[in-house]
C-alpha cells in the first residue's frame, strides 16, 4: 500500500491580479522506503504541491482532490490533527536552512520541542537522542553544537541540523524541497550521500523537489516532471533519462549542461591572437575591514576576500571563474570594473593601467568595459521600460544621438539579442526571467563593448533557458570578438562556454588551465574535489561514480590557517603566514603549491 | 520609411533600418503597463479607498462649488438674528443659513467652506514641503553616505529632539501672526521624518544591482539618485505624504484650537471646531457638529486613501 497517495489534487491562488491555478489535477504516489523526485522548472508548481499537503498553503491558496495518509485525509485536517503528523511522521526540510531555523534557539532547544510536542521526552533523554542524531548526520563536536545558536554554523552543517531535526521522530516520509539548492557543490554532495545513507538503514521514504536533473539522477527511484502545474511524464529513473517520452523532459536533458559531455550548445570561436592580452590583472588584492568584539574597543583586521590573483586575457576569450561561496570571485569581478577600487595590484586594459583612476578619467574605459548581472529582475529599474535601460549606456557615451537614433539602436541590438522589438515599450515586471537577462545583455552590448564580465549570468535562470543564453553569449562573441570573463560556482555551465578556467579558492588562485585540461586533467586537490562533486545526469553513471572527499567544512576566510588547507605540511611546520607558490606545469596551465592529495585525505582521516 | 530632406544619416544599414521602423510602429501600439498603471489597478479595486477618493472629491468639489450656493457670504453679519442665535440661528432654508448662524451671527455655511479650504491649502502645502525638501535631503544623505550622511542625519536627530508644537507656538507668537508664518512653522517640522524614512529606501536601493549596472554604464552620481533612486522612492513617497496631510491638518487644527493658528477674519476647522466648543453650552450644537463633520469627512477619507494607495503601490507588504 502507497504510503502516501494524492488523487487529483489542484491548488489555485487568489491574488488581486485574479485567480492563479499552480496545480492543477495532479495523482502520484509515494511507496515506503523509496525516493520519488519531483523536478521542474521554477514556477512548475512543484513545491505548492508538497505545502497543499502538509496544510502550509498560504492563505489565499485553495485545495482541491484528496491527499491520503495512512487512512487520513491531509487536505481535510484540523491544524491540531495535522500538528500531529506534521513533523513525527511526516517531516519536512527547506531550502534554506538558515531561515527555517529559528535564530534565537539554541541547536538543543529547537531540537528538543519536536521531541516534546510529539514523544513527550524532555531533559536528559531528550538530550541524549538530540546529541544521537547529531552524531549520525555527522555534525562534528556535535556536544559542542547544542549549545551553539544557528548563526554560529555553516551553511552545510544548518542543513545538518535540520535533517537530524527532521529524523528525530523517525518519520516514514521526509519532504526535501531543493535541500542542497543554496549550498556550494562540495557540500551538496555530501548531504545528498548523508541522505541517501538515512534512506537505507531507516528505510524513510524521500520525496525530493528539485529542479536539478544531476541531483534527481543521484538520488531518486522514480521520477515525475512537473511543467506549468502538471505532471508530463512519470517513470523509473532510468527510464526518464534514458527513454524519455514527453518532448519536454527531452529538451530539460538536452538544454542541461553536462560536466562529462561538453559542447552541447553551439561550438566556441577559437582564439586566434595570443601574442598579447587586452587584459592583464596582476596580483590584485582586496581587503575588507571587518570589527571583530575583542577587548574594550573591539579590533578591525582585514577581510582578504581577493588575495593577490592574476591572469591574463586575449581578445575574443572566455575566462570561466569558478569557485565555491565567498572566494572573491563576485568581488574579483569588480575589483577588475573598479567597482571596488582594489587594496593592493594592478589592473591594465590594452597596455593602460586603470586602477586608481579617478572617477571621471575612468568613464571612457567604461565603454569597453561592462557587466551583466546574476538577477536579471534586480539589475533592470523597475520603473524604468526596458528599452530606456538598454540606452542609458548610450547616453553616456554618445549624448549627440537623437532619441529617435538611440531607439534604432536599441531596437537593432534587441533583435540581436532575440528579443521582440515590440516589447521595447514594456517594463521588466512584464518580462520572464529569460527574457530580462536578454535585457540585461543588450544593454551591455550596445556600446559594442571588447570585455563582458558575467557574474552569474545564467545561474538564476531556468535550464532551458540557461542553455538559449550561453548560446546568445557565444553568437556574440562570434559576431563581435567579444572577450568575457564567465563567473559561475556552476562548473558544467562553466565548461560549455570558457576557453581557459580559472579556480579560485578563499580569494587565491588555485588552478589555472585549459577547460579540457582542467577538467581531464586537474592537478590541484581541490579542483579535484570539485569536479568530483558536481551531479551528473545520468543515473547510471552517477549510482557508480566515486567521489573525491577532502574531509571538513569551507574554513572562514578570517581563519589564518585556512589558506594553507591543500599545503598541510607547512602548516605542521608552523609557517602559517606561507603564501603557496602558482606553478606552470604545463603549457597555460599553472597549480597553486599543494600537498598530494592522498597525504590530505589519509591526514584528515586520522 | 520614407527618407525626409535634413534627416540625419542612420548609423545602421537602410534596409535593416525599414524593417526595424516598421516593427517599431507596430511596438507604439502595444504600451507596457507601468508599476504605476498596475498600482491604479489595485488601488481602484479597492473598495474602501475608492469611496474614500469618492468622499473626499465631494469634499473639495463643495468648497469650490459651494460658495456659489452659498446665500450669505462669510462675512456678512446677519444683524436680523444675532440677538437669538440659540432659538432662530439654527439650520434652515428658508433663513439662507443652511448650517445656521456662527456665534456672531455670520452665516456657518460659508464660513465652514472658508475654513475647509484653508484646512486642506495648509494639510497639502505641509505635505508637499515636506516632500521636496525631506525626499531630497534623504535622497542625498543616503546615497551619498560617509561623513555627509552622517552630518546630515545628526542634524535631522537634533531638529528632531526639539518638540515641534515648541517652534511652531514659538513663531507663531515671534513673529505675526499669518499664513506665512503657518507655512514656514508646519514646514520647517514636517520634512524631518520623511527625510529619515527616504534616507532608509535609498540606503536599501543603493546596494541593488540596477545601480551597479548605471555605475558600470558610467552614468553620474546626480543623475544615478535623479533618475533611479528618486522614481523608486515615489511610492514610499507618495504614501507617507497622502498620510501627512490629515497629520498637518491636525497639527494646524490644534493650533487654532489653541488660539494661535489663522486669524479671524480667516478661519480653519480647527478655529471653528473650537469656536463651537465654547458655545456648546448655549445649546447651539450646529456651531460645533458642521465643522467636525467636514473635519472628520476629510481625515477619515485621507487616511484611507493612504492606506490604499499603500497596499496598491506594495503589494508585498500586506
Redesign the interface.
Known amino acids: 500500500m502507497a504510503l502516501l497517495d494524492v488523487k487529483n489534487l489542484s491548488v489555485t491562488f487568489d491574488t488581486?491580479d485574479g485567480q492563479i491555478e499552480a496545480v492543477k489535477n495532479v495523482s502520484f504516489h509515494i511507496e515506503p522506503g523509496e525516493c520519488l523526485g519531483i523536478v521542474g522548472e521554477s514556477g512548475s508548481g512543484k513545491s505548492q504541491t508538497f505545502m497543499a499537503a502538509m496544510g502550509l498553503l498560504a492563505e489565499n491558496g485553495t485545495t482541491g482532490g484528496t491527499v491520503d495518509y495512512d487512512g487520513h485525509d491531509l487536505l481535510h485536517l484540523t491544524p491540531e490533527e495535522h500538528n500531529r503528523i506534521r513533523g513525527d511522521q511526516i517531516s519536512m526540510i527547506f531550502q534554506d536552512p538558515l531561515t527555517a531555523l529559528t535564530p534565537h534557539m539554541r541547536i538543543v532547544d529547537q531540537m528538543a520541542e519536536v521531541l516534546h510536542e510529539h514523544k513527550g521526552l524532555t531533559g536528559a533523554r531528550a538530550r541524549a537522542l538530540c546529541l544521537e542524531w547529531l552524531t549520525r548526520v555527522r555534525i562534528p563536536e556535535a556536544e559542542r553544537r547544542l549549545r551553539q545558536f544557528p548563526h554560529e554554523l555553516s551553511g552545510g552543517m544548518r542543513q545538518r541540523v535540520m535533517i537530524a531535526m527532521a529524523m528525530l521522530c523517525n518519520p516514514r516520509l521526509l519532504i526535501a524541497d531543493e535541500p542542497t539548492t543554496a549550498l556550494d557543490v562540495t557540500v551538496q554532495a555530501e548531504i545528498l550521500d548523508l541522505m541517501v545513507e538515512l534512506q537505507k538503514q531507516e528505510g524513510t521514504a524521500i520525496a525530493l523537489i528539485t529542479h536539478d536533473m544531476g541531483v534527481v539522477a543521484r538520488m531518486c527511484d522514480r521520477i515525475q516532471v512537473m511543467r506549468l502545474g502538471e505532471f508530463v511524464e512519470q517513470g523509473p529513473a532510468d527510464e526518464i533519462f534514458h527513454a524519455p517520452k514527453h518532448d519536454y523532459t527531452r529538451m530539460l536533458l538536452r538544454a542541461m549542461p553536462r560536466i562529462d559531455e561538453p559542447n552541447k550548445g553551439k561550438p566556441l570561436v577559437p582564439v586566434t591572437d595570443r601574442s598579447e592580452p587586452i587584459l592583464k590583472v596582476e596580483d590584485v588584492k582586496v581587503h575588507f575591514p571587518v570589527r571583530l568584539d575583542q577587548g574594550l574597543f573591539g579590533k578591525t583586521v582585514p577581510l582578504k576576500a581577493v588575495d593577490g590573483v592574476s591572469f591574463d586575457l586575449y581578445a575574443s576569450e572566455t575566462i570561466g571563474i569558478v569557485g565555491e561561496s565567498g572566494c572573491g570571485k563576485s568581488t574579483l569581478a569588480r575589483a577588475v570594473?573598479q567597482?571596488i577600487p582594489p587594496t593592493l595590484g594592478s589592473v591594465s586594459w590594452l597596455g593602460k593601467p586603470i586602477v586608481g583612476l579617478p572617477r571621471k578619467q575612468?568613464?571612457p574605459y567604461?565603454?569597453d568595459?561592462?557587466?551583466v548581472?546574476?538577477?536579471p529582475l534586480?539589475?533592470?529599474?523597475?520603473?524604468?521600460?526596458i528599452a530606456a535601460?538598454i540606452a542609458?549606456?548610450l547616453?553616456?557615451?554618445q549624448p549627440g544621438l537623437?532619441s529617435r537614433?538611440r531607439?534604432?539602436?536599441v531596437?537593432?541590438m534587441m533583435?540581436k539579442v532575440g528579443l521582440d522589438?515590440?516589447?521595447?515599450?514594456?517594463?521588466p515586471?512584464?518580462l520572464s526571467g529569460g527574457q530580462n537577462q536578454r535585457v540585461?545583455i543588450a544593454?551591455a552590448m550596445i556600446n559594442r563593448p571588447r570585455l563582458i564580465i558575467c557574474d552569474e549570468a545564467v545561474s538564476a535562470l531556468d535550464v532551458s533557458i540557461q542553455a538559449q543564453v550561453i548560446d546568445l553569449l557565444k553568437d556574440l562573441q562570434r559576431e563581435f570578438g567579444l572577450s568575457m570573463i564567465f563567473i559561475s560556482h556552476d562548473l558544467s555551465v562553466v565548461r560549455e562556454i570558457s576557453h581557459r578556467i580559472l579556480v579560485l579558492y578563499l580569494g587565491r588562485a588555485v588552478e589555472l588551465a585549459d577547460r579540457d585540461a582542467i577538467y581531464g586533467d586537474a592537478r590541484h586537490p581541490y579542483t579535484r574535489a570539485l569536479i568530483s562533486a558536481v551531479p551528473v545526469p545520468d543515473p547510471r553513471i552517477e549510482k557508480t561514480r566515486q567521489r573525491i572527499k577532502i574531509p571538513g567544512e569551507l574554513p572562514s576566510p578570517l581563519d589564518p590557517g585556512a589558506s594553507l588547507r591543500f599545503l598541510t605540511s607547512k602548516l605542521a611546520a608552523g609557517d602559517r603566514n606561507y603564501v603557496p607558490e602558482f606553478r606552470k606545469v604545463d603549457v597555460q596551465h599553472w597549480v597553486a603549491e599543494h600537498d598530494p592529495l592522498e597525504d590530505l585525505l589519509e591526514q584528515k582521516a586520522v | 520609411m520614407v527618407t525626409r530632406p535634413g534627416q540625419?544619416p542612420?548609423?545602421?544599414g537602410t534596409i535593416?533600418?525599414e524593417r526595424?521602423?516598421e516593427?517599431?510602429v507596430?511596438?507604439?501600439k502595444?504600451?507596457?503597463?507601468?508599476?504605476w498603471q498596475?498600482a491604479a489597478g489595485?488601488f481602484t479595486?479597492n473598495r474602501a479607498a475608492v469611496a474614500a477618493l469618492v468622499t473626499l472629491l465631494a469634499v473639495v468639489i463643495f468648497t469650490l462649488l459651494g460658495p456659489f450656493i452659498a446665500q450669505w457670504s462669510n462675512e456678512e453679519i446677519d444683524w436680523a438674528r444675532m440677538g437669538d442665535i440659540a432659538g432662530q440661528g439654527g439650520p434652515s432654508i428658508e433663513t439662507g443659513h443652511y448650517f445656521g448662524l456662527d456665534e456672531v451671527g455670520r452665516d456657518l455655511f460659508a464660513r465652514t467652506i472658508q475654513a475647509t479650504q484653508t484646512s486642506l491649502i495648509v494639510g497639502v502645502i505641509g505635505a508637499l514641503m515636506a516632500v521636496i525638501i525631506g525626499t531630497l535631503y534623504g535622497a542625498i544623505s543616503g546615497f551619498v553616505g560617509g561623513w555627509v550622511d552622517n552630518l546630515m542625519m545628526r542634524t535631522v536627530d537634533i531638529l528632531i529632539a526639539v518638540p515641534y508644537m515648541f517652534i511652531i507656538i514659538l513663531l507663531m507668537v515671534m513673529f505675526e501672526r499669518s499664513f506665512l508664518m503657518l507655512f514656514v512653522g508646519i514646514g520647517v517640522v514636517s520634512w524631518l521624518e520623511m527625510s529619515r524614512i527616504v534616507r532608509g529606501q535609498t540606503l536599501s536601493l543603493k546596494h541593488?544591482?540596477?545601480i551597479?549596472?548605471?555605475?558600470?554604464?558610467?552614468?553620474g552620481w546626480f543623475t544615478i539618485v535623479r533618475?533611479?533612486i528618486l522614481?523608486?522612492l515615489?511610492g514610499v513617497v507618495v504614501v507617507y505624504a497622502t498620510l501627512l496631510v490629515p497629520q498637518m491638518i491636525l497639527v494646524e487644527s490644534f493650533i487654532s484650537f489653541l488660539g494661535l493658528g489663522v486669524q479671524e477674519p480667516n478661519t480653519s476647522l480647527g478655529a471653528l471646531i473650537s469656536k463651537g466648543a465654547s458655545t456648546i453650552i448655549y445649546g447651539t450644537i450646529w456651531q460645533l457638529a458642521w465643522p467636525l463633520v467636514f473635519f472628520l469627512l476629510t481625515i477619515i477619507s485621507l487616511f484611507f486613501i493612504g492606506d490604499g494607495l499603500r497596499d496598491a503601490l506594495d503589494?508585498k507588504e500586506r
Do not use: C, W
Request: glycine share 4%; charged share 35%; no cysteine.
Open positions: 488581486p570594473l567597482l575612468m568613464i567604461r565603454k568595459l561592462q557587466i548581472f546574476q538577477d534586480a539589475s533592470l529599474n523597475p520603473r524604468m521600460t535601460s542609458e549606456p547616453r553616456t557615451f537623437t537614433q531607439k534604432l539602436e531596437a537593432a533583435e522589438q515590440r516589447m521595447i515599450n514594456r517594463y515586471h512584464e540585461g544593454r | 540625419k542612420e548609423t545602421i535593416r533600418n526595424i521602423v516593427k517599431l507596430e511596438a507604439e502595444v504600451k507596457g503597463r507601468s508599476l498596475d489595485r479595486r541593488r544591482e540596477f551597479e549596472a548605471a555605475q558600470a554604464a558610467g552614468v533618475r533611479h522614481p523608486n515615489m503589494p
